[in-house]
């Protein structure tokens, strides 16, 4: 009976190692992000941004949004790390605002067939972003994109009247979690501030404003 059992768990040891061989564990993929960013916006807003460090119900997950008429001063500094080897997951973030839902100045916005559009991607870092204006009364845009093998980084600043749309996306690769995704659309007045920063380089280079 003794050989019966041994030979019981010894199937039991190659059928669990079998199948670990051919559906291996998943593992994370090493990701940051720094982001500042600053708006001031009167007229119709509708933004969010999604934060998480690993996929499905493990780790750490932050949502962030707004919607709606009326005028909005806000600024968010974050800071997420994500999937690195030894298991460490962070996310870090400050949201200060001033929302009043007062009557818009600019809510009317005059149609116009002027627009303006960027889009910017890095497939070594995994970093993506987009910056389109439309119905363009009157429009003011600095835009800088450094990108390298090792870093990506988004220094945006525009004032518009008129209809903005902003997105960003930060995933190392197409199996990997985003550890960053935004969307944003302002339509009246807008001025814009927001930097990016990910990669393989250090997470703090970026200036102060």
């Known amino acids: ?18 199948t670990n061989i051919f559906f291996p564990l998943a593992r994370g993929v090493p990701q940051n ?12 807003s509708s933004d969010m941004r999604i934060y998480q460090t690993e996929s499905g119900l493990a780790g750490q997950k932050l949502v962030m949004g707004t919607r709606g008429t009326g005028t909005i001063s806000r600024t968010i500094d974050a800071q997420v790390y994500g ?25 009317g916005v005059t149609q116009s067939d002027l627009k303006n559009a960027l889009c910017s991607k890095n497939y070594e870092v995994g970093s993506q972003f987009s910056e389109s204006y439309s119905d363009i009364t ?41 550890i960053y995704s935004m969307s ?26």
């Open 33 to 44: 992000l720094t982001e500042h960013s600053w708006i001031y916006a009167s007229g119709y």
């Open 138 to 178: 009157d429009l003011v845009k600095d835009t800088s994109i450094s990108q390298t093998d090792q870093n990506s980084v988004y220094d945006i600043k525009s004032e518009i009247e008129g209809t903005a749309k902003i997105g960003a996306r930060i995933q190392k690769s197409s199996t990997a979690t985003p």
């Open 83 to 107: 999937g690195y080897p030894d298991g460490y997951d962070e996310i870090w973030a400050n949201e200060w605002g001033v929302y009043q839902n007062k009557p818009a100045k600019f809510a």
């Open 184 to 209: 944003g659309m302002y339509s009246g007045y807008a001025n814009i501030h927001i930097q990016l920063e990910t990669g393989n380089a250090s997470i703090l280079t970026l200036p102060c404003p």
């Open 1 to 18: 009976m003794r050989w019966w059992q041994g030979l019981l768990l010894l199937s039991a040891l190659c059928i669990i190692t079998s």
